[in-house]
């Protein structure tokens, strides 16, 4: 085995830690990276937890007393979450900003589809067990967020006269997209649940970094001349971004 291997490999190395903050214990996710020159730490707001990178030499006591200085961010930050809505038989979710509230259909065949009642009210219809229930909603979602994202992908690279190597589709929770200079998009399947304008604004962000590669003012002309929505978009992330994070997720 080569020595820089040999060098971040931990086989015993635990995943977690526990921190004593006030009054409650907290678990800390655990992450090593050979990228790290210090220790961070980071809220996933979706999985509701605390993770915290060390770097390749670090050790467990330096990020145990890392952590354990850091306790008043950790359960400030956690504690701020907004509300969890679990994906249940009753729950109201938002589809392309529409709200759509889950009516389980155990009788009927087929997995998850919308309906329009006559009063006007969006549904979303789930068959099957209701013990599939939330995963059957969350395999939904990120398919109609696949197939929204690559269709405004495509149409902008066209746009821009540049290729979409791959997309993928992503629980991310620092960032709404990536784009690599290979032509590799990710997304956050949770962009389905945003006004289309907003999901559309993200498509044409991450595809005008395979002409900047940067967040340049050449960049963002070229962002604004292909979506005109973009000042909208942002400001519309800024306020209600956050909330998104908290579908499909249990206390």
Not at 22 to 44: K, N, P
Not at 171 to 176: E, G, I
Not at 221 to 248: F, M, Q, S
């Amino acid at each position: 085995m080569a020595f820089r291997a040999l060098l971040y490999r931990r086989p015993t190395e635990p995943s977690t830690l526990a921190v004593r903050i006030g009054a409650a214990i907290y678990t800390i996710q655990l992450r090593r990276h050979r990228r790290a020159r210090r220790y961070t730490l980071r809220i996933h707001p979706s999985r509701r937890e605390a993770i915290l990178t060390m770097p390749p030499r670090g050790n467990l006591i330096d990020a145990k007393d890392f952590a354990q200085r850091h306790g008043a961010w950790i359960a400030a930050r956690l504690g701020g979450l907004p509300k969890a809505a679990p994906f249940s038989p009753g729950a109201s979710i938002p589809l392309r900003g529409a709200p759509h509230r889950i009516v389980h259909r155990a009788g009927e065949r087929g997995t998850v589809w919308t309906e329009t009642r006559d009063s006007g009210d969006r549904i979303l219809c789930v068959a099957g067990g209701v013990d599939h229930l939330d995963r059957r909603v969350h395999d939904f979602l990120k398919r109609e967020a696949r197939h929204a994202l690559s269709e405004a992908s495509h149409r902008y690279a066209g746009e821009l006269g540049v290729k979409v190597k791959r997309i993928t589709i992503r629980d991310q929770s620092s960032r709404w997209g990536s784009c690599t200079s290979a032509g590799v998009l990710s997304y956050s399947w949770r962009l389905i649940l945003a006004p289309p304008y907003v999901l559309d604004y993200l498509a044409a962000h991450e595809v005008a970094h395979l002409v900047e590669m940067n967040h340049s003012a050449r960049f963002w002309r070229i962002v604004a001349r292909i979506c005109p929505a973009t000042e909208r978009a942002k400001k519309w992330l800024d306020t209600h971004g956050n909330d998104l994070h908290r579908y499909g997720v249990k206390d």
